[in-house]
């Protein structure tokens, strides 16, 4: 291709260029140029102090007043069951029994090799008293008794182990053992429950801790029943959790029809009102590299403001940074950067 056609299509080419983009110019005008400059409808409203019923709001999971795993404290056959599944039981009644045949006969063994060593001990100190006997003689069977008396509580303590009892009144919520299964020591076979009460642990994170108190009142919403129940915190953790910055709390709420342990619950805990806060929509705080900012319009631009949120009640939060008099913006605020251009709607 000869050197004069080259550059007489890099002319046409550049003359495109430009007449295209008059074109562009007559009619929206610069595209690129307008896609940094538009300017952003938002919508708003102007701060003012009002009242904010500060809550703190959780999750967790319902449990009974205690609960506990038994489990055999000396293996063995079992023998006999006497409770099932969602019985209630009282404190200290027998739920299963194993084959003690063979403990019962150690028990006897032993409680006759110590009434034999009481009676020698009691032989050897009226000699003693005579000093017929050395104190050699009376040192031996002092402690012949003793250790005879230790190993008869041992054997007696082993026998009675073979019948497992309840440690509390509540009711069976599991049992995972039958009759004539062999149980090694430590292997669970009952699950009780009280549930004449019920408590609820959460976690709460460092900047509510110290709103909360013992006795403050909360309402626990329990999915499952679709129903509201009254509730108090009865403990608070002294320390942050393991690896977290959260505090343990415990809730009890008195037991009701159709609660169980195990069910899914919400809880609000009230941590009182201050009159005159500066409260604004959970809609206008965004997330900004590890700090929460808002938007208020001045001048016909966005200011970014970083704020600290002093309390949470549904959709409102309670914030400082802020002044009264600021136009917040709420609607359209995610596209939002500083220095925005503002197409502004104020809110009622």
Do not use: C, W
């Amino acid at each position: 291709m000869s050197s004069i056609r080259i550059i007489g299509l890099t002319s046409l080419a550049v003359i495109l260029l430009l007449v295209a983009g008059k074109v562009l110019k007559g009619g929206n005008g610069d595209i690129a140029a307008n896609a940094y400059s538009s300017v952003i409808a938002v919508s708003g409203f102007v701060l003012q102090e009002s009242p904010f019923a500060q809550f703190v709001e959780e999750t967790g999971t319902l449990m009974g007043n205690r609960e506990s795993t038994l489990a055999a404290l000396v293996g063995g056959q079992v023998e006999n069951i006497y409770a099932d599944l969602g019985d209630v039981v009282k404190a200290g009644q027998p739920l299963l029994r194993l084959d003690d045949e063979l403990l019962e006969i150690e028990a006897e063994r032993a409680k006759i090799a110590f009434d034999k060593a009481a009676l020698d001990f009691k032989r050897v100190e009226t000699l003693f008293g005579d000093k017929s006997v050395s104190d050699s003689d009376m040192e031996g069977a002092r402690l012949a008794m003793k250790s005879a008396e230790v190993q008869y509580r041992a054997a007696k303590k082993t026998f009675e182990d073979a019948t497992i009892r309840a440690p509390f009144s509540g009711t069976i919520a599991a049992r995972m053992t039958e009759v004539g299964q062999m149980l090694d020591r430590g292997q669970p076979v009952f699950q009780i429950v009280d549930v004449s009460k019920f408590k609820l642990p959460v976690h709460v994170s460092e900047d509510e801790i110290g709103a909360l108190e013992l006795g403050a009142h909360a309402t626990l919403y329990v999915e499952a029943l679709g129903d509201s129940f009254p509730s108090g915190i009865t403990s608070i953790g002294a320390r942050a959790m393991q690896g977290a910055r959260t505090y343990p709390i415990e809730l009890t709420l008195d037991a009701a029809d159709g609660l169980k342990s195990g069910m899914f619950a919400r809880v609000r805990i009230s941590v009182g009102e201050d009159s005159s806060s500066l409260v604004v929509p959970r809609a206008a705080a965004l997330p900004d590299v590890g700090r929460t900012v808002v938007f208020v319009a001045s001048g016909g631009k966005a200011k970014k403001v970083p704020v600290k949120i002093l309390g949470t009640s549904g959709d409102k939060l309670s914030v400082s940074g802020l002044a009264i008099g600021d136009t917040v913006i709420v609607t359209g605020n995610q596209l939002l950067s500083q220095g925005s251009e503002l197409n502004l709607t104020l809110e009622k």
